[in-house]
């Protein structure tokens, strides 16, 4: 029987649709290979946001054309954002690829391999529900995005915003939970804008609505949330849906309101922190977290610093930061020059992360002596690992919860980026879990 790998870069939406070729590939007869280099049909799955990130599947892409010169039969996939709607360049650069295929379209690839290995492709591409998805399981709701920051390639690759179905959706769901999921994070680039190009018109609370009307699911979470999209009603959502985790990720992406201008962000840094107080006022015990881009075009010492206040300001429990890099087919790339050196956007990166250090210290260490449910979803150096509904990781001393287990635990130890807890930390565990 033929083999397949799925190897993958990049962000949770790369992640989902990974595990559904991988579904297909599987539906189709063909055998998960664990060694990329023994596999017959190897599926890069790229990510292009990161010079970094394009780089390692530019590698990869290399390895792999050298181990078909001596296998000339091995099936070469690539799919994800490196694949836009023009493919002749990347076919005159990397000849070895059999199949091109761009993000969410799996039919490409679904083809060629059956053409090569004489296997049927019948209901491959159906219901690409995961057999054996974890325990908090990603499930893309919105694709594309129609937001076309100056930095940033995404619109170029995944399109503009196409809503998935309500129904769709929540039967996905529901085989999801009756697969023993017990946690969804909802994905879209711009998770915010859902169902505003779906007939009738809904939006994220009406779809969060109905996933807490699911049996099995005990907690929803979504990302990648805009500030200019974030409503009202989905702030409202949060703090009144039982189900929903009070954690919300709002990229900034600078604290200067010119270099804001300059990223097409369309707010302004009041705006944001106002978004930022509503999120407070309305949601109590809110955890936040935020995207960050240092060095972009121009950015001054003095534009830096109003990151960093910013950064000062909300007390971030997390910041995702990057320098920035230039990426070919953006508006920055054609019209703005990449003035800040790579030393200095290395060094300000460094401000960025230090700082933030520090402040997640401080409200880390403030959690010690609390308590708070974990839903365990996994296991590290023979520790089981959990997460609060404000997404901290906690590791577990002590024995006792299955995966799949909601558990109230006291917070023992902190670090910036995680907490230790200790089931026997509370009195009354089975108490407190039925509370
Ligand atoms: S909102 Fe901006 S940064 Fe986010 S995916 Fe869309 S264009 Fe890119």
Redesign the pocket.
């Known amino acids: 029987m033929p083999s397949y790998h799925v190897w993958t870069v990049g962000c949770q939406m790369n992640v989902a649709d990974s595990q559904r070729i991988d579904l297909s590939l599987e539906r189709m007869g063909l055998e998960r290979e664990e060694q990329i280099n023994e596999a017959d049909v190897v599926v890069v799955n790229t990510c292009v946001v990161r010079q970094s990130a394009e780089d390692t599947a530019t590698g990869l892409l290399g390895r792999l054309g050298k181990e078909k010169l001596n296998d000339p039969l091995k099936v070469i996939a690539v799919m994800g954002c490196m694949v836009g709607p023009d493919q002749t360049d990347l076919k005159r650069r990397f000849p070895q690829v059999d199949v091109w295929a761009r993000p969410q379209e799996f039919q490409p690839i679904v083809e060629t391999v059956g053409a090569r290995t004489g296997l049927s492709t019948d209901g491959c591409l159906s219901n690409l529900t995961p057999h054996q998805p974890d325990i908090a399981t990603f499930v893309p709701i919105v694709h594309g995005?129609?937001?076309?920051?100056t930095?940033?390639?995404?619109?170029y690759r995944?399109g503009r915003e196409a809503s998935r179905p309500v129904e769709e959706l929540v039967n996905e769901v529901t085989r999801l939970a009756h697969r023993g999921v017990k946690e969804v994070t909802l994905l879209g680039?711009?998770v915010d804008s859902y169902g505003h190009d779906l007939r009738p018109r809904v939006d994220l609370a009406d779809l969060m609505e109905r996933i807490q009307e699911i049996d099995g699911i005990d907690r929803i979470r979504f990302l990648?949330s805009?500030p200019n999209d974030m409503s009202t009603r989905i702030i409202q959502a949060i703090a009144d849906l039982p189900k929903v985790c009070e954690n919300v990720n709002l990229?900034f992406?600078a604290g200067d309101d010119r270099v804001l201008a300059e990223m097409r962000?369309g707010y302004t840094s009041g705006q944001f922190l106002d978004r930022i107080d509503e999120i407070r006022d309305t949601v109590p015990h809110v955890t936040l977290t935020t995207d960050l881009i240092v060095g972009f075009p121009g950015e001054s010492e003095a534009e830096f610093e109003s990151s960093m206040r910013m950064l000062e300001r909300v007390r971030f429990d997390k910041v995702h930061s990057a320098a920035y890099s230039e990426r070919d087919g953006t508006y920055a790339s054609r019209k703005m020059p990449d003035t800040v050196s790579r030393d200095e956007k290395k060094r300000r990166l460094r401000a960025v992360d230090e700082l933030q250090a520090s402040i997640q210290s401080e409200i880390n260490a403030d959690l010690i002596g609390q308590q708070f449910d974990i839903l365990v979803d996994g296991e590290t150096r023979g520790r089981l690992r959990g997460r609060t509904r404000g997404d901290k990781l906690v590791y577990l001393t002590g024995g006792g919860p299955a995966l799949g287990d909601t558990v109230r635990i006291g917070i023992t130890g902190a670090s910036p980026w995680s907490l230790e807890g200790d089931l026997r930390a509370t009195q009354s565990q089975k108490e407190l879990v039925s509370t």
């Open positions: 995005c129609d937001k076309f920051c930095f940033c390639i995404i619109p995944r680039q711009n990648t805009h990229p992406q962000r």
